[in-house]
């Protein structure tokens, strides 16, 4: 089991930036990929980006370029960093723990409760 908790969300104007976290506990972290979701109201949860053990990253396509995920596997703790943030970006985030190309497709047995990022224009 793993266990996750989000932090860092937040109230920021447009254009700002935030600085999410994400730590783990239970089982060895450095074992999983871990990835960021969003779920913006009436909508789907939506894969945002995933970064392997070996710190290898994809992202989805509209945020390139301005969010950088990131791990510290000495503190079982994975980073979304979001800059130059839009009203669209506005969303609950979630982090999720598991294999690298199940998380991409939404596909996880573990997941944070969640942490409110809401950009205002």
């Known amino acids: 089991q793993v266990q996750l908790a989000e932090s860092g969300g937040g109230l920021v104007q447009a254009g700002g930036s935030l600085r999410l976290s994400c730590a783990a506990s239970?089982?060895?972290?450095?074992?999983?990929?871990m990835g960021w979701f969003r779920q913006a109201p009436g909508k789907e949860r939506k894969f945002v980006a995933v970064?392997?053990?070996?710190?290898?990253?994809v992202y989805t396509e509209s945020v390139k370029g301005r969010f950088t995920i990131s791990r510290d596997n000495a503190k079982n703790t994975v980073y979304l960093q979001m800059n130059s943030l839009k009203p669209e970006d506005t969303a609950l985030y979630y982090c999720?723990?598991?294999?690298?190309?199940?998380?991409?497709?939404?596909?996880?047995?573990?997941w944070g409760q969640g942490t409110q990022v809401t950009v205002s224009s």
């Open positions: 970064i392997t053990q070996n710190d290898n990253r």
């Open positions: 999720a723990a598991g294999n690298f190309v199940h998380l991409q497709l939404g596909v996880s047995d573990y």
């Open positions: 239970g089982r060895t972290f450095s074992d999983y990929a």
